[in-house]
């Protein structure tokens, strides 16, 4: 009898569910448990415990008792890394060193959220008119439902749910069915750090539960992670339900390489960026462009080189680059994109369609693959890959390198390698894309700064983390106030609109 991972309720862990669905290690591809699937109900329950006086009480918390339980967090993250990193592979099939890199960066977001009284503290100005002050202030939003995909179980929804606590809201977060445990272990470490009950809910389950979330008249902002079919979905549905959401999507992102610049340095970022997590990463690079015919066979040899010497394997083998895919579904919709590139006449370059582990015959596993001569025209190149298969397309010049990078639906993240400040200046001007790196692999700001994508990659003005977060996270109230002296009769009657 497999385990049932279920919701996690005013502190209590709840494992009575009507539904359920597997859970996979994708390392072995063997059923490892069952996730309880909630409903209205459920979502109900979890919001009527986030508007309860208890979680009312956290609204009015002071900064400082507020921090304090992020601070505590953060210490019990670290701590905990290796109990959470095992839990997170176990479920996803990265590698354990990447799951300690996610948790790393979850970290950095919790640590950046103790600076939510920084940046929301308001703006003060004395004597507007006639002994008036204004002043700004903001408030929690109330419940904050989250939404978040299967690629990273905590970082995501560690930087959303810090931030939205840290200024005083209340959260429903619905996680990825698919990596279900890590919720439970968060919602224990925040137990642990002093959170009061009711402040942290967790409601597992899919599409019905979303719903029931993106429906319920309590919940006041939705933040999402995930693909953009879905993303655009709870952006339309959540703000014709009068909520605030933002919903950050998928990504195809470009690697444009110039003659000029330092190949052997862009090959291993390609290979790096392009190939960490199975290539399941919204900043994976996914297309490399090189610019003249040299550069790209210069590229291509060093690459080749490198992909062909990563190891695949279980996300417990120490020895392994990346891991599996994070389910039987994706590994065969991976291998029907490569499929049918080759049918649209790439050149597969390296082909991993038949890696097969030797101990787990059953597990999601891909070889990296590598196709050359790609166009805009195939789905190869249209379509988000969310596996180890990625392509060259080649081009002549910056100017059709930046068109070509421009003409693609998504605009997450961009990459230049070069060496001339002309050519890098040019492309981050012109480039629209949210994340733009300069000879630098994988342009994920660090958390002070805003994250977020451009055109079809996100839904919504505001970002995922840094300083515009904790604005989306809050309310703002401008208040203009006036203490009129008791001695002094000095508001006669005024029908102008007009400022003294
Ligand atoms: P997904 O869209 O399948 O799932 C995301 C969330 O939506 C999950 O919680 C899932 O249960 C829920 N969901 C799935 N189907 C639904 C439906 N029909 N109706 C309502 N809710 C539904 O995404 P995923 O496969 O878990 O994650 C991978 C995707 O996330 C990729 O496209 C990747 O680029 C993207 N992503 C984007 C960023 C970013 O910052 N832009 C970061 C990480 C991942």
Redesign the pocket.
Known sequence: MNTLIGHYISGRHITETQHSGPVFNPSTGEEIARCAYGDATVIDTAVKAATSANAKKWAKASHATRLQVLFKLRELMIAKTAELAEIIGREHGKTIADAIGEIGRAIEGIEFACNAPQITKGEYARNVAGDIDVFSVRVPVGVVGC??????PIM?PAVMIAMAVSVGNSIVW?????VPSAALFFAELWKEAGLPDDVFNVVQ???T???AL?EHPKIAAVS????????E??YQKGTSHNKRVAA????KNHMVVMPDADLEAAANAFVSAGFGSAS?????VSLLIPVGAETADHLRQRIVEKIKALKVGAYNDPTADFGAV?SAQ?QQSVLKAIDQCIADGAELVVDGRDFKHPEYANGYYIGPTLFDYLSMDMDFYQQ?V?GPARGILRVNSLDEAIAVTNSHEYG?GSVIFTRDGKSAHRFFMEVES?MIGVNVPVPLPVSYFN???LRR??FGESH?YGPDAARFYTKLKSVSQKWPDPEQQDQAISLAFKIT
């Open positions: 939404i978040t995909p299967f690629n990273f995501i619905k996680p990825s069915e698919k389950g899919d599409k539960a979303v719903d993106l999402f992670v995930g693909s953009t079919q879905i993303g979905y709870v950050f999507t998928g990504g399941q990463r919204c900043m994976a994070i994706s988000e969310f997450n949210g994250f977020g994508g990659s996100k995922l």
